[in-house]
């Protein structure tokens, strides 16, 4: 076992959700501070960097889309991106449904702003409230 005299140690903890937790984990933890949301030109970084190693559309624009997303943090951000990766599926699945496809047809898709669009009707920012 390790063990150092005197050691220190520091947790540090982060969340999305302030008013969700408890007690007993405020009293442990007591200092807080509050890290800001994403500006503009931070979200579409943070857009750019999730969706690296994925195929996309040439023309889809990032500050677009980082501008639809006021408030959203970069978890926020996460969930957009994988809500809109679900929409070529769906569609798929509706056109194989109604007999307008085969699997021989069936080839990769690209992200596009459409299917952002659609997403940000669906999930809305988890950070509702301005400061802890």
Excluded: H
Excluded at 4 to 14: F, G, I, P, Q, S
């Amino acid at each position: 076992m390790f063990y150092v005299e005197n050691a220190r140690v520091m947790v540090l903890a982060a969340t999305n959700r302030p008013w969700e937790l408890d007690e007993a984990i405020l009293r442990r933890l007591p200092r807080a501070f509050e890290v800001g949301m994403p500006n503009l030109q931070q979200r579409a970084s943070i857009l750019k960097v999730i969706l690296k190693d994925e195929n996309i559309e040439p023309d889809l624009d990032f500050e677009a889309l980082a501008r639809l997303c006021e408030g959203y943090s970069g978890s926020d951000l996460t969930d957009i991106c994988k809500q809109a990766a679900f929409f070529p599926i769906r569609e798929l699945l509706k056109q194989e449904k109604s007999g307008q496809l085969t699997t021989t047809q069936v080839t990769c898709f690209n992200y596009c702003n459409d299917d952002f669009s659609f997403c940000f009707k669906l999930i809305n920012s988890s950070s509702r409230f301005s400061s802890i």
